[in-house]
């Protein structure tokens, strides 16, 4: 079969009549399980050092440097990845980072068996592809999107990482405490399997925007350009330096995501540990509280986009306000509801005011990184990738703390939960 005839099945060629199938929904799926794979490879590692830590006789402050790693390579990347992305398209950035991330975890058993140094060095060259990832698919949802549909396709693209979040809680905690392959290595040929896998569909369905993706009917691709006021072709891309470098909306972006990704990361890495070793829930119930919070996280990313565009293009609510409200009263919440944890002492309480918490991140990152398309819709994955180059430092700090910290007293988690337990 041509590719001219498989255009035909899928497509009702003509400009006046919709498709059979909405290519932009496959895109902004496609740019989810990225997102989604991106995590999980990141989260595996939470619920699998619980097991490695035996094996290999790892103590407090080689856990965390082990967890940590990845984001010394990942904070470097998203300026470049956005770079990238702005000058050559979202499809080809996206395809080898996700191919080279997939190879790392295929090898990240043998890199354990070798040496903390190796494994340590590919948890750092994992974070240079991976730190591209999520600009790729916002510079792609810049070009795939219509205007009524960006929060909502930028919620769903996001949502990829609590889709990866709750597989791999689930998957992970299974294949930890099962003999299947090993047990905790066949967690990483899984995912390195399902990554190729996504390669492969990418190839043949993905392009960076609609002028040339062999898919797409007429009349999509013209409804999807006359709404958005953008670019489609990457040869015209052209970067303000100075203009961008003395931009508020870009620091502001940047600020917000500073304070955003240091209490999400530090969260999505250490709070499977938290569970477990201050709360004394076993590995599995650990899993599943994490995976509890990560569907949360997806929940409260899908409904706030959606609710975004509804505000934003039903009511008379400026969009400003709407992304005012939405990132300061969430981020406000969250900080009210972690300060409580310390100073409660039931411990299924402590779990649900986590989940909440951990929660309320959904929304504040779907409305700042749907605000880099309102400034900048040509640039607006070089804008997060700028903002994810310093907010990705927090990745390290964070847990460089906790291990800091938990390696004098591990009760240090809290002060009322040593207590409990007194």
């Given at each position: ?226 709404s958005r006021p953008i670019a ?32 999400l990361y530090l969260l999505g ?154």
């Open positions: 079969m041509s590719k001219e005839e498989g255009k035909q099945i899928l497509q009702k060629d003509k400009k006046d009549v919709p498709p059979r199938l909405h290519i932009r929904y496959i895109i902004v799926v496609m740019c989810c399980v990225a997102n989604a794979f991106n995590f999980f490879t990141r989260t595996n590692w939470s619920i699998v050092i619980l097991s490695m830590k035996h094996a290999f006789d790892w103590d407090m402050k080689t856990q965390q440097a082990i967890l940590g790693a990845i984001y010394y390579g990942y904070s470097v990347t998203p300026m470049i990845g956005g770079w990238l992305v702005g000058k050559y398209g979202g499809f080809p950035v996206l395809l080898s980072t996700v191919a080279v991330s997939s190879l790392i975890a295929l090898l990240s058993p043998l890199a354990a068996r070798c040496g903390i140094g190796l494994l340590i060095s590919s948890r750092i060259i994992d974070g240079f592809g991976q730190g591209m990832v999520y600009a790729s698919t916002i510079g792609i949802i810049a070009k795939w999107s219509k205007l009524n549909e960006l929060s909502t396709f930028v919620s769903i693209t996001t949502s990829g990482y609590s889709v990866g979040a709750i597989a791999s809680s689930y998957v992970s905690s299974l294949l930890t405490t099962s003999t299947f392959l090993g047990g905790w290595p066949s967690t990483f040929y899984i995912i390195g399997i399902a990554g190729i896998i996504w390669c492969l569909c990418w190839w043949i369905v993905g392009s960076s925007d609609v002028t040339n993706n062999r898919w797409i009917s007429e009349f999509e691709k013209e409804s999807i350009t006359t489609q072709d990457t040869e015209v891309y052209n970067i303000r330096w100075k203009k961008l470098a003395i931009s508020a909306p870009v620091w502001s972006i940047c600020i917000y995501c500073i304070g955003d990704d240091f209490g890495t250490d709070m499977p540990i938290f569970f477990k070793t201050i709360l004394h829930f076993d590995i599995e119930m650990s899993g599943f509280l994490s995976c509890i919070a990560q569907i949360t996280f997806f929940l409260t990313t899908i409904f706030g986009g959606i609710i975004a565009d509804k505000l934003i293009y039903q009511t008379k609510i400026k969009k400003i306000h709407v992304r005012h409200f939405f990132a300061c009263f969430c981020l406000g919440l969250q900080s009210i509801l972690l300060i409580l944890i310390g100073y409660i002492s039931y411990d299924w309480i402590a779990a649900i005011l986590m989940i909440i918490a951990f929660g309320l991140y959904g929304v504040c990152t779907s409305t700042i990184c749907a605000n880099a398309l309102d400034i900048a819709p040509n640039h607006s994955a070089l804008v997060i990738g700028i903002a994810f180059t310093f907010s990705g430092v927090t990745g390290f700090i964070g847990p460089a703390v906790v291990g800091a910290i938990t390696e004098i007293d591990v009760s240090k988690f809290t002060i009322s939960h040593s207590r409990a337990y007194n």
